[in-house]
């Protein structure tokens, strides 16, 4: 019997050492070494020649065997076959997987605890169901939780629960035909739920039942029995989510997988895991507002930095058509200090109103705050309006914020943050029907941004009638008014109106 070899794992880095050591020398952290034994799985890896056949001390089980040529084939002999794309029920959803689910691919999500993850793929394989046989593997609740929190979310056939017992339909039924129309009590007819954490007893079911979709949630809770360390260890995370791939690739069943984030933010485990997976999503959202937000990070079959809308109610997430007027102010009743700027997050444009508070501070240093936007960026601007504009900003406490709490980070709302500390500082309204697009040099220059056209557009869709732009790109007639700046006062003498004289203000002072 070969001797067992442990190795020592990062749990923060997932590097490897073949001895302990107080520190890791690749990410900085200390204790964070973990025992390994990995004898105990080593030996089990199937293989037909080459690699997978090697173990740890260079001896080969081929025992002189030539390998075995592998199915490798050139572009020629790959079908053309084009795979259609699944509607998972949900427009803002396919929008971020880049027009709708791929059969055999690998999605994991990742948000805060109770941002709504759970509730989301719950929702999403209830409308599956009704084309497709769904399984929801649950790490975290039991069958009748699910069954109460399918009930809460207003399905009106709750989903089968899988037990061992279980034997009442055949695997290899066919599933819905994606034609039929939708009957409404049979919402959930397709849907089965298996509270299960040993990958072996998952991998069988799914051999067993044969779904086209496999939900895991969570990745974290999932453990393979050969392996010596706890679940969600680093071993277990890599090991368990590499098999997890392997069956979705060969069997081509997509697979959902839910993943912990850390205190950080970013998904629990080793990085590798979202190296493995086809897509990563992150389901952010401030607790105190009902909006939540599905932004793509990584993804193979579409684009990245794409956002699905959602709100959260008392029936579960409902989508956001039109996003814009969720973070758009009352255009009735302005307010000084506020600017209308497009945002936009991926090929999605975003209209989002800017607020911004200047007052003399009281302290020896002035306060600057910065709420939905990128805060390095706002000193850029005010140290640009100090210079550039004349306006005493190292004198004044400055506070900007987005409407909504949408996160705008991007160059191209530079423009609109600075016309709303100078509105708010001359105590003036800017044009309820103006928006502001473009980027703040640190000469007091307004610079392009990316997809000018795409902003225009919305902005046009939404009933504005004047968009201040950097100078120098002419646009094709959309309905808008186009007026082109270079620099950074021109903005402001567009934007913010001139203060008016009044009689009362042209007539001599009294004293005199």
Not at 39 to 63: C, E, M, T, Y
């Amino acid at each position: 019997m070969a001797k067992p070899k442990t190795i020592y794992i990062c749990s923060n880095c997932a590097a490897e050492f073949s001895q302990w050591f107080g520190k890791c020398s690749n990410c900085d952290t200390y204790d964070s070494l973990v025992e390994q034994n990995i004898s105990s799985f080593l030996g089990d890896i199937p293989g037909r020649g080459g690699v997978g056949n090697w173990q740890a001390g260079g001896h080969s089980k081929s025992h002189g065997k030539p390998a075995k040529a592998r199915s490798s084939l050139t572009f020629d002999q790959i079908s053309d076959r084009q795979i259609a794309r699944w509607e998972s029920g949900y427009g803002e959803l396919d929008r971020v997987l880049g027009g709708g689910v791929v059969p055999g691919s690998m999605v994991l999500i990742g948000g805060d605890p109770g941002i709504g993850k759970s509730t989301l793929l719950l929702q999403v394989s209830n409308q599956l169901a009704q084309k497709y046989r769904i399984l929801y593997i649950t790490g975290e609740e039991s069958g009748q939780q699910v069954k109460l929190r399918a009930s809460r979310l207003g399905m009106s056939k709750p989903p089968l629960v899988v037990t061992e017992d279980h034997q009442n339909k055949d695997p290899e039924a066919p599933v819905t035909n994606p034609q039929q129309p939708i009957d409404p009590d049979s919402i959930g007819a397709d849907l089965y739920i298996l509270p299960e954490t040993d990958l072996e007893e998952i991998l069988r079911e799914i051999d067993s039942l044969k779904p086209n979709v496999a939900v895991i949630d969570s990745i974290q809770t999932v453990f393979l029995p050969a392996l010596t360390s706890a679940p969600g260890s680093v071993a277990q995370v890599r090991e368990c989510t590499a098999a997890l791939m392997k069956v979705a690739k060969h069997e081509d069943i997509t697979m959902l997988i839910v993943g912990h984030v850390t205190k950080e933010g970013t998904i629990a485990g080793p990085r590798v895991l979202e190296h493995l997976v086809d897509t990563v999503l992150y389901f952010e959202g401030d607790r105190f507002a009902s909006h939540r937000l599905l932004r793509t990070v990584k993804n193979r079959f579409g684009a990245t930095h794409e956002i699905g809308i959602f709100e959260m109610v008392s029936q579960g997430l409902r989508e956001v058509d039109n996003p814009s007027e969720l973070f758009l102010g009352n255009r009735d009743d302005p307010a000084p200090g506020t600017a209308i700027v497009v945002a936009c997050e991926g090929t999605r444009p975003i209209v989002v109103e800017l607020q911004a508070l200047v007052s003399p501070t009281s302290y020896p240093s002035p306060r600057r705050a910065g709420t939905g936007i990128d805060y390095n960026r706002l000193v850029q601007i005010l140290a640009v309006l100090e210079k550039r504009v004349g306006i005493p900003m190292s004198k004044l406490d400055s506070y900007v914020a987005s409407a909504g709490g949408l996160n705008v980070e991007e160059p191209a709302v530079d423009l609109g943050i600075a016309v709303a500390i100078v509105a708010s500082f001359r105590d003036r309204i800017v044009d309820p029907g103006t928006v502001l697009i473009g980027e703040v040099g640190l000469g007091g220059q307004v610079r392009s941004v990316s997809q000018m056209e795409l902003r225009l557009k919305e902005a046009a869709k939404l009933g504005f009638k004047r968009a201040i732009v950097p100078k120098g790109t002419k646009f094709p007639e959309i309905g808008i008014e186009i007026l082109p700046v270079g620099k950074v006062i021109d903005a402001i003498i567009a934007a913010v109106p001139h203060q008016e004289l009044t009689e009362e203000d042209l007539e001599p002072d009294g004293d005199e």
